[in-house]
T-cell receptor, first 114, second 113 residues
Framework: GDSVTQMEGPVTLSEEAFLTINCTYTATGYPSLFWYVQYPGEGLQLLLK?????DKGSNKGFEATYRKETTSFHLEKGSVQVSDSAVYFC?????????????FGQGTELSVKP | DTEVTQTPKHLVMGMTNKKSLKCEQH?????MYWYKQKAKKPPELMFV???????INESVPSRFSPECPNSSLLNLHLHALQPEDSALYLC????????????FGPGTRLLVL
């Protein structure tokens, strides 16, 4: 079945450092890909999404590009802030498999120190 | 506006209690979801309603009973829960079901004593 694999955390960075969180996926169809962020004590917020190959999603300085050839959707930010400390979930939704259910990665906890 | 609201924010209940969680959205979405999330884990899908009808039940124990009174509201009725049911319960909605973006509420943090 479809699956999502994320790099394990926790990831600890200093403020203004460059961030990459790796995400790779397995899907039999043509999935849509998502990054969700969960701040401490809150629900999930959609951070960005891409619906087809080579699409780039971007929001709040975060970017991710849908790479079909490498089945990846890595999250990047050029300069992180303390306020970016959260858990980040990569997810896919594949209409041809799983009926469109969201399949989540295990989550990557990010801690940004001043 | 992409807001999904959930009440209550926190809930403590005993194993013999009956309680309900509520979820509301006014985005005109026709699919609504209940998820359960344990600490530092991804959400686990419990139920999906599509056009106010239950379309997916992920083999959830019968002590959890969902209800969709109308297209904007989703309830989760709880009865005879176990301590291991303590978790964050998240509601989400999407325009449709297939590959649509899901928007999550803030969750209800449930503690079963």
């Amino acid at each position: 079945g479809d699956s999502v694999t994320q790099m394990e955390g926790p990831v600890t960075l200093s403020e203004e450092a460059f961030l990459t969180i790796n995400c790779t996926y397995t899907a039999t169809g043509y999935p849509s890909l998502f990054w969700y962020v969960q701040y401490p004590g809150e629900g999930l917020q959609l951070l960005l999404k891409a619906t087809k190959a080579d699409d780039k999603g971007s929001n709040k300085g975060f970017e991710a590009t849908y790479r079909k050839e490498t089945t990846s959707f890595h999250l990047e930010k050029g300069s992180v802030q303390v306020s970016d400390s959260a858990v980040y979930f990569c997810a896919l939704s594949d209409r041809q498999n799983q009926g469109g259910k969201l399949i989540f990665g295990q989550g990557t906890e990010l801690s940004v120190k001043p | 506006d992409t807001e999904v609201t959930q009440t209550p924010k926190h809930l403590v209940m005993g194993m013999t209690n009956k309680k309900s969680l509520k979820c509301e959205q006014h985005m005109g979405h026709r699919a609504m979801y209940w998820y359960k999330q344990k600490a530092k884990k991804p959400p686990e899908l419990m139920f999906v309603y599509s056009y106010e009808k239950l379309s997916i039940n992920e083999s959830v124990p019968s002590r959890f009973s969902p209800e969709c009174p109308n297209s904007s509201l989703l309830n989760l009725h709880l009865h005879a829960l176990q301590p291991e049911d303590s978790a964050l319960y998240l509601c989400a909605s999407s325009h449709g079901f297939n590959q649509e973006t899901q928007y999550f509420g803030p969750g209800t943090r449930l503690l079963v004593l």
